[in-house]
């Protein structure tokens, strides 16, 4: 049969904080603690972390190879700072004309930003059923494995600047641990070069660097091995494979199976043992002899009486043991088969929550937007509800004026101006009217508006 690796690829995540994700990491079968990797938000996270993946709280060093980058991940880190954002960070600061917004340590600046100051991926071949029996020279081969794919993903992803590389084998499947920065270059606001994830990490994208890898990881696999494994299918909706090893009960049912295999095997031997009872049986019964009074009637020993009554007590306890086992056997294939359906359907139905925890989050991120479109609307408005109260009162000053010095002084200059705009299309027959004619009450233009309404309507009503 041909043999099938499981590869998974896992890039840290925010979400990885929460209980769930955790518990996972808890009981994740492949012996180690990769699935619970988390966002590097600021320099806790990261001291955290070189905690974790050089495993400064205990001795067992010689289980730890870092192959890629230092001792010190926290200061491989910020040297990857001072590698790629420097330039930029000074040439921001020249085009700056005030201090306070010069930016002193671009790493402290984003620590005490929201952003993830650096990405940390997790990659594993094989499970705990691969490698439980393996021993330390087959394990620590997989240095040159995790070294070609250090090399394909500087080559996939080269924007994804490594800091620090470290594989661990003091777990049942040895598994690496690369910490590294996004970088998004050409940015209009800001640094033209930023730390940046969101947009170097998309669904579309890991996607298609985690088919990549997995395919080089084999390769790489294969060549040093010199073997000829295939991959495991990855299951739909998660980015990794999937593997019934990973039901939470399944390895004590399996155990359970095991149990009742060698009580089988045992019920078999019996069997076997019943099988040389049986043939006493019959050379019991072979040399029975008639009676003296009825040649009907067989003489038997009490003996033979007792040894045939202990093999039919035998022959009932094996049938039973038998037929136990082999239905306790059925069932549980039974529930291995129901189970595994069952979990790719709830690894189905959590891939579309994912979907829809994204669409939401761009909805209220859309939403959130509008609002503040709506709300610089609404200052806009009242501005200009402002300046047409303004003009309102600046156009009724105007039109008082000219009634008051054409109607009531007679003065002809104004008389002159009036019919001046008037021709010129300044005034209309409204504001015209007004200036020239005593009995018309000066209003500003909404308000004639809404008198030539109310009386055409009370025209109306007769």
Known sequence: MEQELAYSFHLGSDKNKRKLARKVAKENVSGTTSLSNNAIQNAKDLSDV????LRDYDNQTELIRTIYGTSDIVNDV???????????????????????RKIDNYFT??????????????????DMDFWNDKDERYRFKMV????????????IIPDFKI?????????????????GIPVTLNCTRGMKKQV??????????????????????????????DMDFKLKEKQKGRNQDINVNEMGNYREIKKQLKQKEQKLEKANTQTKKLDNSSNDINEILNNLKPTLMNKNNMVISNEDVQKIKNYTEDVKDITKTVRSVNDLNMAIKDFEHSAFEIEKENRSLKYEVELKDNQIDSLKRELSTKDKIIGRLQTEKEKLKQELQKFKGFWQSIMSHFHKRICYDKNEN?????????????????????????????????????????????????
């Open 50 to 53: 070189n905690k974790h993946n």
């Open 78 to 100: 910020k040297q990857v700072y001072l590698d790629e954002f420097e330039q930029a960070r000074l040439e921001y600061n020249q085009k700056q004309t005030r201090n306070d």
């Open 109 to 126: 600046k984003v620590c005490e930003s929201q952003n993830d100051i650096a990405c940390e991926i997790i990659i594993e071949l094989g």
């Open 144 to 155: 040159d494995v995790y070294n070609e794919q250090i090399k394909d993903l500087i080559k």
């Open 163 to 179: 800091a620090n590389a470290t594989i661990h084998f003091d777990e049942t499947s040895p598994h690496m641990h690369i910490v």
């Open 196 to 225: 940046g994830k969101s947009k170097l990490f998309t669904k579309a994208t890991l996607t298609e660097i985690q088919d990549k890898m997995r395919n080089a990881c084999i390769k790489s696999f294969n060549k040093f091995y």
């Open 414 to 462: 104004y008389k002159i101006v009036s019919d001046d705009l008037y021709k010129n299309g300044i005034f209309d027959n409204n504001d015209n009217e007004i200036a020239n004619n005593i009995a018309r009450k000066v209003t500003i233009p909404d308000e004639n508006k809404q008198t030539k309404n109310k009386k055409r309507n009370n025209d109306t009503r007769f």
